[in-house]
């Protein structure tokens, strides 16, 4: 069983940063595709970034060259480093985790997920 929780998002002004981290307890990410989703109200949760086990990196189109995914192996957590933030990033972010592996998952391909962190990017 893996435990997921997100932390990091807050309030922000267009054009400004933030890094959202997430946590996992039990096995160790590398064996899992990870990703982060978000979801924006009135609207359905999305693939922002996805990991996979050979490190392989998946960006959704709107995010490409402004958030970057990574993961830290020793302490088990994974990290999404966001930078020019624009009103429409404004969501909450989740993260999940894939036993399979895929490279590109969907919400109902991921096994956990965590409760989410709230991003508000002010315009």
């Known amino acids: 069983q893996v435990q997921l929780a997100e932390f990091g998002g807050g309030l922000v002004q267009a054009g400004d940063s933030l890094r959202l981290s997430c946590a996992a307890s039990g096995p160790t990410f590398k064996t899992y595709t990870v990703a982060w989703f978000r979801q924006a109200p009135g609207k359905e949760r999305e693939l922002v970034a996805a990991l996979s086990t050979d490190d392989e990196t998946y960006y959704t189109e709107s995010v490409k060259g402004r958030f970057t995914m990574f993961r830290d192996g020793a302490k088990n957590m994974v990290f999404l480093e966001m930078y020019s933030l624009k009103s429409e990033d404004t969501a909450v972010y989740y993260c999940?985790?894939?036993?399979?592996?895929?490279?590109?998952?969907?919400?109902?391909?991921?096994?956990?997920w965590g409760k989410g962190t709230s991003v508000t990017v002010l315009s």
């Open positions: 999940a985790a894939d036993r399979e592996g895929r490279g590109t998952p969907t919400v109902g391909d991921m096994d956990y």
